[in-house]
């Protein structure tokens, strides 16, 4: 069992020291190897998020002293320095300063932004989804995710198609088939690119109730070539650390692929094999 997609206290989102993630990972007892993925950008106090390069470097400076000290602590458990890119154009130059600075193992890509609206969550995100038929709304994200895919500058897509999320909210549980004509040629791009795709099982125990992405787009990304599959709770506490890995284990079993990837300086070090 991995984790590659949690956030500790040095994520705007989230309080607890990697420590005590470690711990979790220890009672889980079948975790092998972890990566912390804390967000690169940052809340503000009024609400707003900014992606600075002058306060995101030294903050994954410490987050890399952290990781080194639980590797002390922890010595059986193998303990990645990650991040979590909120994929915003605007944000491209800060985030290269950001992987230019920090020696990272691991990085997501992820969209939660699209026409300048949050539609993962927050304030706004009925704003988004009220005034747009599901049509719109979904291929509005799917198109920002390929533009995601065009800058590249990541290793793995964070949950794919987080749109569902509320987006099931609004118009019920799509089906990945009506857009296979835009989803599959992004696929096909990350493939090329040698860009793996994520099962985050964030989406179990809260809203729409299944991991991301759905099977059929796990099932299309093997087929054209994506060959590199990273599991993680995308918890923001200890006491979610492994909500949903086993059912992610399945799921990866159930749609034809056989192993995880693991990350080491930003290069696929090693493959572990899936266990149920």
């Not at 125990?205 to 991301?212: I, L, R, T």
């Not at 192993?259 to 300086?265: A, G, R």
Request: hydrophobic fraction near 40%; charge should be negative; include cysteine.
């Amino acid at each position: 069992m991995i984790n590659y997609h949690f956030h500790d206290d040095l994520s705007s989102d989230a309080t607890q020291p990697l420590a005590l993630h470690c711990d979790a990972a220890d009672a889980n007892g079948a975790c092998v190897s972890i990566c912390v993925t804390n967000h690169a950008e940052a809340l503000d106090g009024d609400l707003t998020w900014r992606a600075d390069p002058d306060e995101m470097i030294p903050r994954f400076e410490r987050s890399a002293q952290a990781v080194k000290a639980a590797a002390a602590r922890f010595p059986h458990l193998e303990i990645r320095l990650g991040v979590e890119l909120e994929y915003r154009r605007e944000w491209r130059a800060a985030f290269e300063k950001l992987l230019d600075a920090v020696p990272f193992d691991f990085v997501l890509g992820s969209v939660h932004f699209v026409d300048g609206l949050n539609i993962s969550g927050g304030r706004e995100v009925d704003e988004f989804f009220l005034p747009r038929s599901e049509r719109d709304a979904y291929e509005a994200y799917f198109r920002e995710v390929d533009e995601m895919v065009e800058w590249g500058n990541f290793d793995v897509v964070a949950h794919f198609d987080l749109v569902k999320r509320y987006g099931h909210r609004h118009y019920g549980h799509y089906v990945p088939n009506n857009y296979r004509s835009i989803i599959e040629p992004i696929l096909g791009k990350m493939a090329r690119r040698g860009i793996g795709i994520e099962i985050n099982t964030s989406g179990v125990k809260e809203a729409p109730g299944c991991p991301y992405p759905e099977p059929e787009i796990l099932e299309w990304a093997r087929q054209v070539g994506v060959d590199r599959l990273t599991l993680g709770s995308d918890s923001h506490s200890p006491e979610t650390f492994s909500q949903g890995l086993t059912r992610g284990v399945a799921l990866a079993a159930d749609t034809g692929w056989t192993e995880f990837t693991l990350f080491e300086e930003r290069r696929p070090v090693r493959r572990i094999e899936l266990s149920r």
